[in-house]
């Protein structure tokens, strides 16, 4: 969820710096969003088209311009909103906030929210030099939910299942298998395959 003074900042231009994303309608909020995938097939960035002859109907409401995740997306990003976008979500972490941080405008916001690259910190990191002015870098941490500072009762859960139900947010596990398939599902994961959630059913 956007902050209430965001919210009423529409449109504007947000980068989603992520590996995986399954749940999102950036084009229901009224936010031109850009997403960096590793994938050119990942079913968050893939061209309609494409998904529609691979997979069966879309998500009516989702696409995306994209760039090629490198570990440097900064200079692709600019090419696409030359004078930087105005909001980052970054759950790749440490090992691209630099990269992700030359993505954003002047008083443009960054969010970190994630680690999937790793937990490793960043090596030499100085503010002076390393963060552009004007730019607003800010941490959230899903262990934070149900706490008093942010209760669960704030999230709007049943709007969001709403959505889904009603085909505006795109939800659906890119694959359901058998528990005694565990194997391939770690497969589908290690050879970066899995294109989106993968549901393991019980035994």
Request: aromatic residues 6%; proline residues 8%.
């Amino acid at each position: 969820m956007l902050p209430p003074a965001d919210r009423e900042r529409r449109p504007g231009t947000s980068l989603l710096h992520l590996q995986q994303a399954s749940c999102w309608s950036p084009a229901r909020s009224g936010i031109r969003a850009r997403a960096p995938t590793t994938n050119e097939h990942n079913p968050v960035t893939e061209p309609l088209r494409q998904r529609r002859r691979r997979r069966g109907p879309p998500n009516r409401h989702f696409e995306t311009p994209h760039v090629i995740e490198d570990g440097e997306i900064a200079g692709a990003v600019r090419n696409l909103v030359p004078e930087g976008v105005d909001r980052v979500l970054d759950l790749v972490g440490n090992s691209v906030l630099r990269d992700s941080l030359r993505a954003v405008r002047t008083s443009g916001r960054i969010c970190q929210a994630g680690f999937l690259g790793g937990l490793g910190p960043i090596d030499a990191f100085l503010p002076m030099l390393d963060m552009p002015s004007a730019v607003q870098f800010s941490f959230f941490g899903s262990f934070e939910l149900g706490t008093d500072a942010f209760p669960l009762s704030a999230i709007p859960l049943q709007h969001i299942v709403e959505k889904v139900e009603a085909g505006d947010y795109q939800a659906r596990p890119s694959r359901v298998l058998a528990f005694e398939d565990v194997a391939e599902a770690h497969s589908l994961m290690e050879r970066n395959e899995a294109a989106g959630k993968l549901v393991v059913a019980g035994a």
